[in-house]
Each structure stands twice: as structure tokens, then as C-alpha cells.
């Protein structure tokens, strides 16, 4: 085969800047090399940021200078430079001056089929007050009692099992163990010791929910040796009437909340909150919580499984006996502060991926799309889970195209390692919300305004 370049028709980059002419594909090649392509860049263009899980990048720089930063070091490359990027690394390009340089990737077979986005088998969880709806909408077969259905979980009674894939049947707790800076991203891997810190997890009220709250990390830590439980929920429907409640209508001592359980009314404390589709509230550790009955929401959380019920209206357990209650450890991790709003503010613009909440446990978007659209979450160093709550799309990973359908009421999760994918949606609007830790540098700044206005609000 030979080829002339300047017979070749120039192309986009995968990188969203410049121009290639791809001397050799994938299909031609037959063996690893997956292109080998000559790129012209302007002065001034920046990619966003790249990792491959099974692709090693080479760049040979033919004229120009360019920085490629790579896995946060950053090397100044010229003209008759090579470079190398071993697969899971992190890098970004920015040409320096007009550049010119020919590029070329290579497969490793081994890692070619271990990462793609998971999805999982029903985890359903019977509760005294679950109903039938969780499994209707699902389309799963018919059950009572249950109260939640755990989409994506690490906690140790009950981890999801991986349904699709190379690691169909697997738990995913052992497939993070396998690689778990690739799945989890280096930065979560690090903070959280190789663990998932997220659960999430749908909640059907058929009957109201007991009061109660979660301890922070510090307390969970000492009295548990487990993680702290703060929590965000995003309505999903709502029977006329319908309420949750969240944080004290007037602020209490210990003294009076101790005698309000006693006498049963602690009710009378809580600040009472109708709701409606569409709602999102945030439970940090400490805030006093229930869910009212005729309720069907997401919850996103920390990977906890700590809860101190305050109040359960003298209700029995489904074997008849009698449900514990821990008022005294509740009372220590009680946040007894009254704030100004419980409710919060997001604007939900389609095709957007919309900013719901932000803070140092975790990130979530409302993503509402009626186009494809792409999602570059290289930068953050974190997993994502997607969770469809209307519509169906496809996610498609940019670098190894793998594809797979989210159904309504499903949800996956993609590894660190190949988080840049594109949303496609299969008919009407779609709605998903995207579930992640942001560890970018403008999180921070971000958080610190957050918790600002959080203290004022006081």
C-alpha cells in the first residue's frame, strides 16, 4: 500500500481540535495498531483531557512545539521529539505554535473487553413499609414489601452483581478489587481505600417511613467503623398531598427532643415539605429526615447503611416484633440548627447537563436531553453512575465504542478509565442523573462558596 498525504481528506482529531489524515485505520491494519495518522494543530489549541483503559498513545513531533501533560507533569516536546502514553494515564495536548506531528495507537488485547459500562442485576430490598410499585416500574416480576431497589451498591450485606459483559455474574466489589484505580478513578481510589463511597438506590413509600438520622464520618467511624451517611433525594413522583420531611421547623435542645420522643411529639418539631416530581432535596449527616407515604424517588448516598430511628409511630416489623429505636445516638448526631431552605434550587434546561448538587461526597447533574450528547468526565478522576429516570438512551464510550442500552428505571456505571461517552436518546426526552465525585480543581471553590452560603443560611 502507498499512499500520498496531501491525497488524504483531513478529518477531525478525537481530540476536538485540528485536523488528521489518517495514513493507516484499525480495519486496514490487521493487528493492534488501531490508526496511524498525521495531526496539524493551531497555536493555541487545547484538548480536553484523555485516558484510553487499553490503548498506548505515541506522538512524534515532525515541526512545532507542543506541551503534553501527562497524568498532571508536563513536558515540553519539539520538533523530532517522541513521546509515549501508556494506557490509563491521564494527558492533555496544547500546542504551543502551529504543530505538526504524526500519531499513532496501539491495542493491548488483554485489557481490551474489562472495561465497559456495567449494569447490574435487580437488588431489591423488602421493607415494612414497601410497596408493589418498584417492581412494576421495572417490569420486574410482581413483590411486596419492597421499599428500595439498590441500583448501584458496594455495601458488604448486599453489593450489586454485574449482569453484562466480561464480568457478567460477578460481584462488583470484586471487580473493583481487580482494578481499582481504572474503575474507580486514582483519587477516589486513594481517599476511600479501593472502595465505592456511593450507593444509590430507588424508594417507594407505601407507608410513611420512620424519623430519623444519619451519623457524619467522624461518629460513623468511632462507634462503627464505617462511613458516615449524608444523602441527596430527587423526587419522582408524587401522590397528590404527598410530603417528606426534613430539618426542624424550630430549633430544639436536647432536653426538649428527648422529651418529644417520649411523649410522641416530636412530629410537631419537623418542617413539613409537599412535594412534586422534579424535587431535589439534601440530607447532609445530622438532619432530621422521613419520607411520607405515596412517595417514589432517587436516592443518592454515601455507601452507608447507618441509620438511627428517632420515631417509627409504634409500628411492627414484618415478623410482628416490635422496630428498634436509638433516640440516644441519634440525639449525639442530631443537627438541632433550624436553616432558611430545605429545598434545592436547580434549573433543569434540556439538553444540559443541569448542576444539581455539589459537595465533598458527591456530585450530581440532571442531564435532559432530547439530542445525543457528549460527556468528557475525564477530568473529574471519578466513576460515574447513570441512573435513566425517563426515556431510554444509548451510552456509548468514545474509546473503545462499546455500547449499551439504559432503560427507564436502570442504571450503570462507567469506569474512571473510559468516562467520556455520548448520551444518545432513543425516542423523546430522556432524563438521567449522573452520579460522580468531582475531584477537578474548580470543585473546591466551588464546595467552599457551597458550605458559605450553607452556614448563612443558618
Known amino acids: 500500500m502507498r499512499r500520498n498525504i496531501n491525497d488524504i481528506t483531513p478529518a477531525t482529531t478525537s481530540y476536538e481540535m485540528g485536523l488528521k489524515r489518517v495514513l493507516l485505520s ?9 490508526q496511524i495518522a498525521v495531526i496539524d ?9 484523555h485516558i484510553h483503559p487499553d490503548l498506548q498513545d505515541v506522538f512524534y513531533i515532525l515541526d512545532g512545539t507542543i506541551e503534553v501533560t501527562i497524568n498532571g507533569e508536563v513536558n515540553t516536546c519539539q520538533k523530532d521529539d517522541f513521546i509515549f502514553i501508556e494506557h490509563l ?49 421495572k417490569q420486574l416480576p410482581e413483590q411486596q414489601h419492597i421499599g428500595e431497589s439498590w441500583e448501584v451498591s458496594a455495601v458488604e450485606k448486599s453489593p450489586s ?48 417511613l420512620s424519623v430519623q438520622v444519619h451519623p457524619n464520618d467522624d461518629m460513623a467511624k468511632r462507634l462503627h467503623n464505617g462511613m458516615g451517611k449524608t ?32 411523649d410522641g411529639s416530636i412530629m410537631e418539631a419537623l418542617a413539613k415539605h409537599e412535594i412534586y416530581a422534579g424535587d431535589v432535596f439534601y440530607i447532609p449527616s445530622g438532619r432530621i429526615h422521613a419520607i411520607g407515604k405515596g412517595v417514589r424517588l432517587l436516592e443518592v448516598q454515601q455507601s452507608s447503611d447507618l441509620t438511627y430511628r428517632i420515631y417509627d409511630y409504634g409500628r411492627m416489623d414484618l415478623d410482628g416484633q416490635p422496630r428498634e429505636l436509638h433516640t440516644e445516638l441519634a440525639s449525639q448526631a442530631l443537627d438541632y440548627k433550624v436553616y432558611r431552605e430545605y ?47 425517563q426515556g431510554s438512551c444509548q451510552v456509548r464510550i468514545r474509546s473503545t465504542r462499546d455500547e449499551i442500552t439504559l432503560r427507564e428505571g436502570y442504571s450503570c456505571l462507567i469506569p474512571a478509565a473510559i468516562a467520556d461517552y455520548d448520551l444518545i436518546p432513543i425516542a423523546g426526552e430522556v432524563k438521567v442523573l449522573e452520579s460522580y465525585i468531582d475531584n477537578s480543581t474548580q470543585s473546591s471553590f466551588r464546595r467552599m462558596i457551597s458550605q458559605f452560603l450553607h452556614m448563612t443560611n443558618g
Open 231 to 262: 444523602e441527596m433525594w430527587y423526587v419522582l413522583s408524587a401522590e397528590p398531598g404527598a410530603c417528606i420531611y426534613a430539618g426542624f421547623q424550630k430549633a430544639l435542645s436536647p432536653e426538649e427532643y428527648a422529651r418529644r420522643v417520649a
Open 26 to 34: 484499525s480495519n486496514e491494519s490487521g493487528c493492534s495498531i488501531t
Open 89 to 137: 494515564k491521564t494527558y492533555q495536548l496544547h500546542a504551543l505554535t502551529d504543530v505538526k506531528m504524526l500519531a499513532m495507537g496501539c491495542v493491548i488485547e488483554s485489557q481490551r473487553t474489562k472495561l465497559y459500562p456495567m449494569l447490574f442485576e435487580p437488588n431489591l430490598q423488602t421493607k415494612v413499609w414497601g410497596g408493589e410499585r418498584l417492581t412494576q416500574w
Open 41 to 49: 494543530l493551531k497555536a493555541g489549541e487545547k484538548s480536553a483531557m
Open 343 to 389: 429545598r434545592s434550587d436547580y434549573t433543569d434546561k434540556i439538553d444540559t447537563a443541569n448542576a444539581c448538587i455539589d459537595t465533598e461526597f458527591f456530585t450530581v447533574r440532571v442531564v435532559s436531553i432530547k439530542e445525543p450528547i457528549r460527556r468528557n468526565m475525564v477530568k473529574y478522576d471519578s466513576f460515574a453512575i447513570l441512573t435513566c429516570t
Open 161 to 208: 452483581v454485574i449482569a453484562n459483559g466480561t464480568w457478567a455474574g460477578y460481584a462488583l466489589t470484586e471487580v473493583i478489587n481487580k482494578m481499582p484505580e481504572a474503575i474507580l478513578g486514582k483519587e477516589v481510589a486513594k481517599k476511600y481505600q479501593n472502595q465505592l463511597p456511593l450507593l444509590v438506590k430507588f424508594i417507594d413509600s407505601n407507608d410513611d
